[in-house]
C-alpha cells in the first residue's frame, strides 16, 4: 500500500483557501466576458446608430454598456479584495507555524541558521498573491474565448491570434530559460549576503575595537558585487524578452487594423469589425504581455513558496502529550552521548549520573570539556545522538515544552535580553505577576539596581531603550533564569561578568536557591563559587572524571597540594586557571 505524505501547513492552508480561489476564478469568467462588452458596443454604433441614424438606439446601447462596465469595475474590485482577503487569511495561518519553524531550525542547527528569512519569504509570498501579476494567471485561461470570438468576426482573426498567442506563449518560455535559474540564484546569494552581514552586525564593537570593518566591508562587497552582476544578467534578459513582448503586440494590434482594412475592402467584414478586431486581439493577448511583464516578481514568488515548502515539511508535528506532574528535580543522565547540532563528532561521551533534588552540583572541567555542552542536555535543547536525560524519570525531550519551561531556569554564556521592559524580560514575556519579578529580583540580589535605573521595572531594553552593561545583564538574566521558582537550573558561568559585589550577590543567590530545594547545576571556572555548592562534577574531553561531594572531589584532584590551594580560593574568591578545576 502506497502511504500519502501528510500535508504540511501551507499546503493546509492552501487548501483551506481553495473556495476562495474558485471563487476568483469565477468572478475571472464575468470580468473577460464582461470584456466583450465595449467591442460589442462599436459593432452595434457601427452596425445600427451610424447606418441607421437612431439616437434613442445609441442612447440605450450607451446605458447598457455604462452598466455592464460598472459592474465588471465592481466585480474587478471584488476579485481584487478577496485575494487581498486570502493573503491575509495565509499569513494568519501560517505566521505562527512559519515562526516557530524557524525557531526550530535556528536551534536545530545551534543558532548557524538563525535568520528570518522564511517569515520574509511568506510576506513576500503574500505580496504578489495581492498584486496584479497574480491576476493575469486567472485572466490568460480565458484567452480561447477571445479566440473562438475573432474566429466569429472573421478565419484569418482567429489564425492571427493563434500565431500571437503562440509567440507570446515561446517568449515567456524563453524569459523562464534565460532568468529562471539566474534570479534564483541571485537571491540565494542575496539572502547568505544579508545573513552574513546581520552576523557581522551583531559584533558591531569587536569589528570597530580591532579594526575590522574595512576587511569586512570589503568581503561583503564581493559577495554583493556577485549579487548584482547575477540581477543585472536576469534583467537585461528579462528586459529584452519584455521590450520584444510589448513590440509584437502592439505591432500585431497595428497590422491587424491593416488586415481588417483589407477584408472590410474586399467585403469579408463590415468597417466596424476592422477597429473591434484590433481592439479584442488587443485584450487577448494584455494576460500573457502581462505575464511576462511580471516574470521576475512569478520567480520570486516560486522561489519563497518552495523554501517555505521545504522549511515546513521539515517541521514535524509537535505530538500532544498528557501532561505530567510538576517535577520536583531528580535529575538522572544516561549514557549520554551528545554532539552540536548538524554534527557528528561528539562532544559528550557516554556520560551518567545521578543528582537528587535539591542538590547544588558545579560541573567544572577545562575548556572544551563539554560543560556546556552538558548545560544545554540539561535543559533539553541539544538532542542526544544516544542516552537519555531524566527529569523526575521521565525523558526531558518527551515532556510538552510549554508545561515544562516554567520550571526550568537557564542562565546561558551570552545573555541576550529582549526588546521589552526589564519587568517583561524577567517574567519570560507571558503575564507579569509583579510580586514573582521582585521575588526573582530579589533573590538574584538585582532588586535595588532595578530601582536605580530611570524607570525601574518599566524601564526599556533595547531599541528605544537604555543599553546595559554585561554585568547588569547578567544579573537580570539571572533573575529571568529564578522567575516562577523553577525546579531545575542551570547557570552557565554564572560570574563570568560579575565584579566582586555581584560576586557577593551571586552566592547569596546561591544560599537562597538551597532553601527553596530546587536542584542547581553551576557551570563554572572561576573557583570562588564553589563554596556554595555541595557537589562537584569534573569533566575532561567529554567524560565525567570525578563525581561526589565537593570536599571529596576536591582532595582527589592531582595532588594535596591542588586540593589546599583550591579551597582557600574558593574562600578568597581568586581565580585559577580552568585546566585546574
Known amino acids: 500500500m502506497i502511504r500519502s505524505t501528510p500535508e504540511n501547513s501551507l499546503q493546509v492552508a492552501l487548501r483551506a483557501c481553495r473556495s476562495s480561489f474558485i471563487s476568483v476564478g469565477f468572478f475571472s469568467l464575468f470580468i473577460n466576458a464582461l ?85 520574509s519569504d511568506l510576506t513576500g509570498l503574500r505580496q504578489f498573491m495581492s498584486g496584479n501579476g497574480m491576476f493575469a494567471f486567472f485572466d490568460a485561461p480565458w484567452l480561447p474565448i477571445y479566440i473562438a470570438v475573432l474566429f466569429l468576426f472573421h478565419p484569418w482573426y482567429g489564425w492571427t491570434a493563434i500565431g500571437c498567442a503562440v509567440v507570446l506563449l515561446a517568449l515567456a518560455s524563453i524569459n523562464e530559460q534565460s532568468t529562471g535559474k539566474v534570479l534564483a540564484e541571485a537571491n540565494k546569494q542575496s539572502i547568505g549576503a544579508t545573513l552574513h552581514t546581520t552576523k557581522n552586525l551583531r559584533n558591531a564593537e569587536v569589528i570597530e575595537s580591532m579594526g575590522m570593518l574595512d576587511s569586512l566591508m570589503s568581503r561583503w562587497s564581493l559577495r554583493q558585487k556577485n549579487v548584482l552582476l547575477l540581477q543585472s544578467r536576469a534583467s537585461d534578459r528579462s528586459g529584452i524578452i519584455t521590450s520584444i513582448s510589448k513590440t509584437f503586440r502592439l505591432l500585431v494590434q497595428s497590422l491587424i487594423l491593416g488586415l481588417g482594412a483589407y477584408l472590410a475592402v474586399s467585403h469579408e467584414i463590415s468597417p466596424g469589425l476592422v477597429i473591434a478586431g484590433s481592439v479584442l486581439l488587443g485584450r487577448a493577448l494584455a494576460p500573457l504581455d502581462l505575464m511576462i511583464g511580471s516574470w521576475k516578481g512569478f520567480i520570486a514568488a516560486r522561489s519563497q513558496y518552495a523554501r517555505l515548502n521545504s522549511v515546513l515539511d521539515q517541521q514535524s508535528a509537535e505530538p500532544e502529550r498528557m501532561q505530567l506532574p510538576a517535577p520536583i528535580g531528580h535529575v538522572t543522565v544516561e549514557n549520554l552521548t551528545l554532539g552540536a547540532p548538524g554534527s557528528r563528532t561528539p562532544i559528550i561521551k557516554g556520560i551518567g549520573f545521578n543528582a537528587p533534588a535539591g542538590a547544588m552540583i558545579g560541573v567544572v572541567g577545562p575548556s572544551a570539556s563539554g560543560k556546556s555542552t552538558l548545560g544545554k542536555a540539561l535543559m533539553g535543547v541539544w538532542k542526544p545522538q544516544l542516552g537519555v536525560v ?67 521595572y518599566d524601564t526599556v531594553i533595547g531599541e528605544g531603550g ?66 556554595q555548592l555541595d557537589r562537584l562534577l569534573v569533566m575532561n574531553a567529554g567524560t565525567i572524571s570525578l563525581y561526589g561531594p565537593r570536599d571529596q572531589v576536591l582532595a582527589q584532584l592531582n595532588t594535596p597540594q591542588l586540593a589546599a590551594q583550591q579551597k582557600p580560593a574558593a574562600r578568597a574568591g581568586t581565580d585559577v586557571a580552568s585546566t585546574d578545576v
Do not use: C
Not at 57 to 73: H, Q, R
Not at 432 to 447: E, G, I, M, Q, Y
Open 35 to 119: 470584456m466583450l462588452v465595449p467591442t460589442f458596443y462599436m459593432l452595434q454604433v457601427y452596425g445600427r446608430v451610424v447606418t441607421g441614424g437612431s439616437l434613442t438606439t445609441l442612447a440605450m446601447l450607451t446605458i447598457i454598456l455604462t452598466f455592464l462596465l460598472v459592474t465588471m469595475g465592481l466585480l474587478e474590485w471584488v476579485r481584487s479584495r478577496i485575494m487581498v482577503r486570502v493573503s491575509t487569511r495565509l499569513d494568519v495561518l501560517l505566521g505562527r507555524d512559519v515562526y516557530r519553524a524557524s525557531f526550530k531550525r535556528a536551534l536545530d542547527s545551534g543558532g548557524m541558521d538563525a535568520s528570518a528569512q522564511s517569515l
Open 390 to 456: 531524566r527529569l523526575d524519570a521521565a525523558d526531558i525531550a518527551n515532556w510538552d515544552r510549554s508545561q515544562l519551561g516554567p520550571h526550568l531556569g537557564y542562565l546561558p554564556q551570552d545573555i541576550e535580553l529582549f526588546e521589552g521592559t526589564i519587568s517583561d524580560n524577567i517574567a519570560r514575556f507571558g503575564v507579569v505577576d509583579p510580586d514573582k519579578v521582585v521575588l526573582a529580583a530579589r533573590t538574584a540580589s538585582v532588586h535595588e539596581m532595578i530601582l536605580m535605573l530611570p524607570n525601574g
Open 466 to 531: 537604555i543599553n546595559l552593561s554585561g554585568g547588569q545583564r547578567q544579573r537580570i538574566g539571572l533573575a529571568r533564569a529564578l522567575y516562577g521558582s523553577p525546579r531545575l537550573i542551570v547557570l552557565d558561568e554564572p560570574n563570568a561578568h560579575l565584579d566582586e559585589i555581584g560576586e557577593r550577590a551571586l552566592a547569596l543567590a546561591l544560599q537562597q536557591l538551597k532553601l527553596t530545594g530546587a536542584t542547581v547545576f553551576v557551570i563554572a571556572h572561576r573557583t570562588s563559587i564553589l563554596a
